[in-house]
């Protein structure tokens, strides 16, 4: 009768099949691993069934990827598509860091401190990969440079799934609400950036109902987001970041607003930082890409920032500050007058 097999610790035998896979060029096969790494040996030894095992293994695998452990797969070159006899390794220039990178304490100090600010789920697998390598020199670092660190949270639900989507080469599908439309219409996106700008985060793709590239605004997505089984080429994927950047640059700049702004406020201390020219007397002019988006955002200074063009936008901020006028009582000042 098989005996009862034995509960060995999963962070064990995470790091035994790594260094398993670490230390082969060639690679292991499945049955290889099973039969030899320990953790999975003793499980065998002890009857569990195959197909236990291989389930165990498959888990074992996406829980490395997801820590950023860089498992490569190699197929039969005749048939790579063929995986029964499949060998897995981990290539050691993708695990390490390269011998003529060096850090100091202060660096490797700083470093763990970004790495703290920003939940493990918001980074991309290169980020855990390059905090995983880091970690790995094992050198000692100074005392503490902060007493706390701040966490950033993304508030949109969709950055997470989107992520997910561009590592894998994955087609999703998302409800959207296109600027000055209160309707939402469904898109199937080739995902291949997500990107900072403005402060707000876009996913930047292949729009396959348009047929062009599309840059959408994560807090217009009004639906949550599916990752689909329909994938696509991992290479249109490169210089697609610079390249939504560079769009998003060109909108602002045909999109400037003269702006009056109080001085030593909010809006000073964030509007500056993002102006183009500034002068005394005249005001000083903003960038921006979504007037509506931008609307809200001037609105929320209230009486801090006046908006003495473009047209439209001063429509748009003041329409904001009557309709909080008529749920609060009391005309705003300031971007409405």
Known sequence: MPTEPIRSAPEERLVNLVVALLATEQGLTKDAILSSVSGYREQSDAGASKDALEKMFERDKESLRSLGVPIETIGDYADPDDLRE????????????????????????????ASGVWGETSMSASARSGLRK????????????????????????????????????????????????????????????????????????????????????LTRISSAVVVTRTPFDLSLRDGAGEQALAGLAAVAERQRALLEVEPGTEAALRLLRRAVSSDAEQGIRVPYVDAQVFADELASYGPEVRVVEPAALRRDVIERLRRASDVHGGMPGGAAS
């Open 86 to 113: 499949a060998r897995y390794r981990i290539p050691t220039a993708e695990y390490s860091l390269p011998v003529d990178i060096d850090f100091t304490p202060a660096e490797i100090a700083v470093l763990n401190l």
């Open 134 to 217: 880091i970690r790995a020199l094992g050198i000692d670092v100074d005392a503490p440079i902060i007493g706390y660190a701040p966490r950033i949270s993304l508030r949109e639900p969709s950055f997470a799934p989107l992520q997910r989507a561009i590592e894998q080469g994955r087609v999703v599908e998302f409800d959207y609400i296109k600027g000055g439309s209160d309707a939402a219409h469904r898109r199937r996106v080739q995902p291949l950036a997500l990107i900072d700008y403005e402060g707000r985060w876009h996913v930047y793709g292949f729009d396959l109902g348009q047929g062009a590239e599309r840059t959408f605004l």
